[in-house]
């Protein structure tokens, strides 16, 4: 089974990156990672009771660990979490 998730940049400060997350732009919940903590919190999750939000939250945060460890934290305006 494939996945999709898209991640679409909301705001970046020095403490914190928050993105919405979901299967397309028209069902998004939002995402915080706490640069200094390293924590992720679901701040929305996504509003259609159909589709887990834990399953895209997980992907989300797996996409946005990749910007900060491997890409330096770097965080794109828009990205996808694809497999």
Known sequence: MASFV???K?????????????PNEMVMGR?????ITRKFVELDPIPDSNISTKFYFAR?????????????????????FES
Do not use: H, W
């Open 31 to 35: 995402i915080e990672l706490n640069k």
């Open 60 to 80: 989300a945060g797996q996409k946005l660990s990749v910007c900060f460890i491997r890409e330096n934290g770097i965080f794109p305006d828009r990205t996808t």
């Open 10 to 22: 909301e705001m970046e400060g020095e403490e914190k990156v928050i993105y919405k997350f979901g």
């Open 6 to 8: 898209l991640l679409l």
